[in-house]
């Protein structure tokens, strides 16, 4: 028997307490799947993925990971979720390593100490987001760039079987931006199954195998990048030169604003 689509929906809605944000999504994501959901700030993204993690409110519709109901799923580590704009706070005091080795509390017992296994696990987790070398480090001293790498490597220690990332780029300089779309190029080269909001698609555009959009709580495009880059949004796809696009607009202001605590207020992104 085949197993179920990672995660499948049927008219699902998310929102908040009497808010209808995102309203009526159908899809499914299958192992091995790359996606990119895109949409103007404010159509839903965050909203949609929260929803998987059971932190907006599922209103209406199926939801059904891994096969289960989402009310009645508690395999939580199987998601593994990587928050937008998050950052490591300067005020904490813990090195790279620490961090990452968090992403391990939830599978295990509280009083099991770490053992063997774990200490791997989190080795290769470095590795693939290429920061071993800096494992000792103060995690405060590293650039917002690299705390997002950090921050996913935290989040594949717990093995997920899909890893949510929301705008894992947003606000990284562009050099950083190509060595967290490598890092990403790499988890997809093992198969790793990735859904991740972006307003960065030129830059993921070699890992990204759909592209689905939402726009005002809806999907309106749901295809591979081929049939993506066929329509009149092709120009997300390129160099990112061109400026007629709300995606590129976004990009600018993501980049204005300068990484990790400093970053704007959610107003100034929403108008
Ligand atoms: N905690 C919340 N409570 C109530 N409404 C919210 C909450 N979070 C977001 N919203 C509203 O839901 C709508 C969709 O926001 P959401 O963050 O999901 O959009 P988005 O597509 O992720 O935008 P962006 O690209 O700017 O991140 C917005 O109108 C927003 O104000």
Not at 35 to 57: D, R
Not at 157 to 176: F, H, K, R, S, Y
Request: hydrophobic share 40%; aromatic share 4%.
């Amino acid at each position: 028997m085949s197993s179920p689509p990672l995660i499948s929906l049927r008219s699902a809605s998310f929102g908040y307490a009497d808010r209808t944000v995102v309203d009526g999504v159908t899809l499914s994501q299958g192992a091995g799947e790359v996606i990119a959901l895109l949409g103007p700030n404010g159509s839903g993204k965050t909203t949609f993925v929260k929803g998987l993690l059971g932190l907006s409110e599922h209103l209406g519709g199926e939801v059904l990971l891994f096969g289960t109901p989402l009310a009645r799923f508690h395999e939580k580590p199987r998601i593994g979720y990587v928050p937008q704009r998050h950052s490591l706070s300067a005020s904490v005091r813990a090195t790279v390593r620490e961090i990452v080795e968090t992403g391990r509390l939830p599978l295990r017992p509280w009083w099991r100490p770490a053992n063997a296994t774990d200490s791997s696990v989190v080795d290769q987790a470095l590795d693939a987001v290429g920061l071993r070398d800096r494992e000792r480090e103060d995690v405060a001293a590293l650039s917002g760039g690299q705390q997002r790498r950090v921050l996913i490597a935290r989040a594949l220690v717990a093995q997920p079987d899909v890893l949510v990332m929301d705008e894992p780029t947003a606000g990284v300089d562009i050099a950083n931006q190509r060595i967290l779309a490598e890092v990403l190029s790499t988890l997809a080269a093992r198969g790793t199954s990735m859904l991740i909001v972006t307003h960065e698609l030129a830059s993921l555009r070699d890992v990204v195998t759909r592209i689905v959009c939402m726009n005002n709580g809806h999907v309106d495009f749901d295809g591979d990048p081929s049939a993506y880059a066929a329509g009149h949004r092709g120009h997300e796809l390129g160099d990112g030169h061109h400026h007629d696009s709300p995606v590129v607009d976004d990009r600018r202001s993501g980049l204005a604003a300068i990484v990790t605590d400093a970053m704007p207020p959610r107003g100034l992104r929403h108008e």
